[in-house]
């Protein structure tokens, strides 16, 4: 059973507002990442940290920040959201390069 | 360009039967390959993996084949059943410029008819 959260489950806010979605986990993983996923879509790498203090843009071109200051969490950022930013936010983390990745539950943002 | 493909958007199958689903990609440097299941509203969670010095993984009522001349995978889940329904996720991964990242595909919706 793997122990990575995230909140809120659901948001629905309004354009401009900032928000942070939290992803946190127990089980002590270096990597930690977060993904993009439109319905239908393949999920796509915005962030991933390898370690406390260490942030790298995925693939994937993003307006969102994220930090790493404690092993366990890795929150992500939108300093001004907007409707294009409407998309399930899915966090990760793994044991080692390569390896499976457990998943969070995922943040299903709705930016109106 | 789409270096992992999972060119079926979904698939149904009878309980009791085999379910198979297909992966393509076309990064040869790819050096291993895991399959992902996913409820509605939930995670991925992992289901299976296999290196690219293997040509079959086998867990349970799990199998992952891998050719890789062919650049294709596929997972076959017998007897399938009802609780099996869900989208299902390949992906690769591969050392890009000192770090690993994970290509997925779109996913293929599973469907298994009672």
């Known amino acids: 059973e793997a122990d990575i959260y995230q909140t809120p489950r659901y948001l629905v806010i309004g354009t401009g507002k900032k928000i942070t979605l939290e992803c946190s986990q127990t089980m002590g993983h270096d990597k930690m990442y977060w993904y993009q996923q439109d319905p239908g879509m393949e999920l796509h790498l915005i962030h991933y940290s390898y370690g406390v203090n260490s942030t790298e843009k995925g693939d994937l071109s993003s307006e969102s920040t994220v930090s790493r200051i404690r092993t366990e969490h890795f929150p992500l950022t939108l300093e001004s959201a907007r409707p294009s930013h409407t998309s399930q936010y899915l966090c990760?983390?793994?044991?080692?390069?390569?390896?499976?990745?457990?998943f969070g539950p995922g943040t299903r943002l709705t930016v109106l | 360009d789409q270096q992992v493909k999972q060119n079926s958007p979904s698939l149904s199958v009878q309980e009791g039967r085999i379910s198979i689903l297909n992966c393509d990609y076309t990064?040869?440097?790819?050096?291993?390959f895991l399959w992902y299941k996913k409820y509605p509203a939930e995670g991925p969670t992992f289901l299976i993996s296999?290196?690219?010095?293997?040509d079959k993984n086998e867990d349970g009522r799990f199998t992952v084949f891998l050719n890789k001349s062919a650049k294709h995978l596929s997972l076959h889940i017998v007897p399938s059943q009802p609780g099996d329904s869900a989208v299902y996720f390949c992906?690769?991964?591969?050392?890009?410029?000192?770090?690993?990242?994970?290509?997925f595909g779109t996913g293929t919706r599973l469907k298994v008819l009672a």
């Open positions: 990064n040869s440097m790819f050096d291993y």
């Open positions: 990760a983390s793994s044991d080692m390069r390569g390896g499976k990745q457990f």
């Open positions: 296999i290196s690219s010095i293997k």
């Open positions: 992906a690769a991964s591969a050392r890009t410029s000192g770090t690993y990242k994970y290509i």
